[in-house]
């Protein structure tokens, strides 16, 4: 079946030590995105990649970096992280044509990060 | 700024209850999606509406789109405890989701 896979499922890391989580994807879209998602809120956009053309949200801090080696792979990078970057991290994946977006967004099961 | 209002944030119900979860917004929205999300999971798409006036079903979960595109509802007969978990609306535009505040639904035996 298609899919959005990440890895690893779960994270621990230690205040500061720089950590990566990974996505992959079958569905062969090229729109990749991350969310940020912290107990029972909404996820929040941090970034996302129209084929390789990055886009950041304003609000997303410098410690978040990204790299979209290929259509399949995307990585998020917290450079250092600190207690309040505990959270469940989100990959997603749609579809673009032209420029243009379709909306359906399809998520993968999360990587589940915590920050001792 | 597109905002969605989605209500109730909690709903506590027992077996076989009836309930319906809305989502509001003063914007226009492309589409609307809704989403289940279980604890340790990520969010999986239940449905897209797009037509104002729309109405999708999907066994025992009915989902409608307003006429003017800026509301949408859930509504679930019966619900089982299977149906617990967390309930997002996300309006859709130029990419990106905004995403309503959720519901989080508890289906009690």
């Known amino acids: 079946d298609a899919m959005v896979i990440q890895n690893p499922r779960y994270q621990v890391t230690q205040f500061g030590k720089p950590v990566t989580l990974s996505c992959s994807q079958t569905l062969n879209h090229n729109v990749m995105y991350w969310y940020q998602q912290k107990s029972s809120q909404a996820p929040k956009l941090l970034f996302h990649?129209?084929?390789?053309?990055?886009?950041n949200e304003a609000d997303t801090p410098d410690n978040f970096q990204s790299r979209r080696p290929n259509t399949s792979f995307c990585f998020l990078d917290i450079r250092s992280p600190g207690l309040g970057d505990a959270a469940m991290y989100l990959c997603?994946?749609?579809?673009?044509?032209?420029?243009?977006?379709?909306?359906?967004?399809?998520f993968g099961p999360g990587t589940r990060l915590t920050v001792l | 700024t597109q905002l969605l209002e989605q209500s109730p944030q909690f709903l506590s119900i027992q077996e076989g209850e009836n309930l319906t979860v809305y989502c509001n917004s003063s914007?226009?929205?492309?589409?609307l999606q809704w989403y289940r999300q279980e604890p340790g999971e990520g969010p999986v798409l239940l449905v897209t509406?797009?037509?104002?006036?729309e109405v999708k079903k999907l066994k025992r979960l009915t989902f409608q789109f307003g006429d003017a595109r800026k509301d949408s509802s859930l509504h679930i007969t019966a619900a089982q405890p299977g149906d617990t978990g967390l309930y997002l609306c996300a309006g859709g535009g130029r990419g990106k989701l905004t995403f309503g505040q959720g519901t989080i639904l508890t289906v009690h035996p």
């Open positions: 997603a994946t749609s579809r673009g044509s032209g420029g243009a977006y379709y909306n359906e967004q399809f």
């Open positions: 509406v797009v037509t104002g006036g």
């Open positions: 990649y129209y084929d390789k053309d990055f886009n």
């Open positions: 914007s226009v929205f492309s589409s």
